[in-house]
């Protein structure tokens, strides 16, 4: 007869739950380990409610940062002194005759691929605190199909687990804004509302006020309860492309030299990365952003385009690089992953093609690798899988080296 143990905790029967963790003289049931996880969780979350004290040094943050994104030093030092400054805000005490601090927003313009998102990513889970990503195209102005400027702040109350005072320590990522953008500077008699719309929804987020939001997103209606959050320390980091932005700011900065003396250069000989880190106001208002919102960005950095030797680089040196990925799922079914130089070359060469940064190095990837790791984990006896550049290029099979079958002792 199987024996019925009692659970030490809420004292329920082996035969009222789905199992019973015995120990020496205690037994726990699996929804006490399951409401003690949540406890713990809690107890966690309510403890990183407070900024790790000290602050991270901008050194420190950049370290962290140069471990996850290759290249884009001069973004790295402007992001990681804006983050400091805005969590050594946070944390100071407010006196009367004390000047106050002003809110740090910080807007990247770059190349898509060159790790604008990553770098949002990374400095949220470095400073553990909550984060939300956005996408300004899918919004609009309160009251038109789409989603609601607030619902941004929907998602990152999610991720601080719905505790309010933790979420208005948070960074919100809100990508593609220059989707955003006008399409003509001069005002429109028609309303633009996934447009300037959104850029005016934006506004009250960005500079800082209490913003009543639904906690299950979606339309406001009046029988609803909201919840009230405070964005005046809510970190806003807003990304994008800029397309054509480049070409506003070398119409601003080229001379028209003549003379035996003049020497022309030529624009493509320009990177976009040198002529995006001359940005000033007036050419995002020339862009399409409204001088309110350009006002509460008011940390602005340049990411480079990607070349041959930084793409590489991804491909290799980051802790989470896609070498290193593919080689530790080769690793879990035991087989010994190496990729030839001139293979990750041929997949760098093909990446620059497609004009898509670092994600291009994804899908090449995918591509690649898709039939080896379809027919590795039925062949026996595999012992390491070598990728050269015809692997990449679709034109063989990779070479694999088989195990050594045991010899048997002959008897005597």
Do not use: W
Request: proline share 4%; with cysteine.
């Amino acid at each position: 007869m199987e024996r019925v143990y009692t659970c030490s905790f809420c004292g329920r029967s082996s035969e009222e739950v789905e199992a019973i963790v015995t120990g020496p003289g205690v037994n726990i049931c699996n929804e006490c380990v399951a409401y003690a996880q949540d406890i713990i969780r809690s107890d966690i979350n309510n403890r990183s409610l407070k900024i790790t004290q000290p602050v991270p040094t901008p050194r420190e943050i950049k370290d962290e940062l140069d471990r996850h994104v290759v290249g884009q030093n001069e973004a790295k030092k402007t992001i990681s002194v804006a983050v400091y400054n805005h969590y050594k805000r946070i944390g100071t005490e407010k006196h009367a005759d004390h000047a106050e601090l002003s809110k740090s927003n910080i807007l990247l313009i770059g190349p898509t691929g060159t790790g604008k998102t990553l770098l949002a990513q990374t400095l949220a889970r470095f400073l553990r605190v909550p984060f939300a990503m956005a996408d300004a195209t899918t919004l609009t102005e309160a009251g038109y199909v789409g989603e609601d400027v607030e619902n941004v702040l929907v998602r990152l109350l999610q991720a601080a687990d719905f505790k309010v005072e933790r979420a208005e320590k948070g960074i919100v990522y809100v990508d593609e804004l220059d989707k955003i953008a006008r399409k003509t500077e001069s005002s429109s008699i028609t309303r633009d509302v996934s447009g300037e719309g959104v850029q005016q929804g934006l506004l009250k987020l960005l500079e800082g006020s209490i913003v009543s939001v639904p906690p299950k997103g979606g339309r406001k209606h009046p029988e609803q309860s909201l919840i009230n959050i405070n964005t005046k320390d809510i970190l806003f980091i807003c990304g994008g492309s800029f397309e054509g932005l480049d070409k506003i700011i070398a119409r601003r900065v080229g001379e028209k030299k003549m003379g035996f003396g003049a020497h022309i250069k030529d624009r493509k000989e320009i990177k976009i990365g040198d002529l995006l880190r001359l940005v000033e106001p007036d050419d995002l208002l020339k862009f399409g952003l409204i001088p309110e919102l350009i006002g509460r960005l008011p940390v602005v950095s340049a990411l480079d385009e990607l070349d041959e030797k930084m793409l590489f680089a991804i491909l290799t040196e980051p802790q989470n690089a896609l070498v290193k990925q593919y080689k530790r799922l080769f690793e879990m079914d035991g087989v010994s992953l190496l990729f030839e130089d001139a293979a990750l070359k041929a997949v760098v060469r093909d990446a620059m093609k497609k004009k898509t940064g670092a994600r291009a190095l994804r899908s090449i990837m995918e591509g690649s690798m898709m039939d080896i790791m379809f027919e590795i984990p039925s062949m026996d006896g595999v012992k390491q899988c070598v990728i050269t550049p015809e692997v990449i290029r679709g034109q063989k099979s990779p070479d694999y080296q088989f195990k050594k079958p045991a010899r048997r002792k002959s008897r005597a």
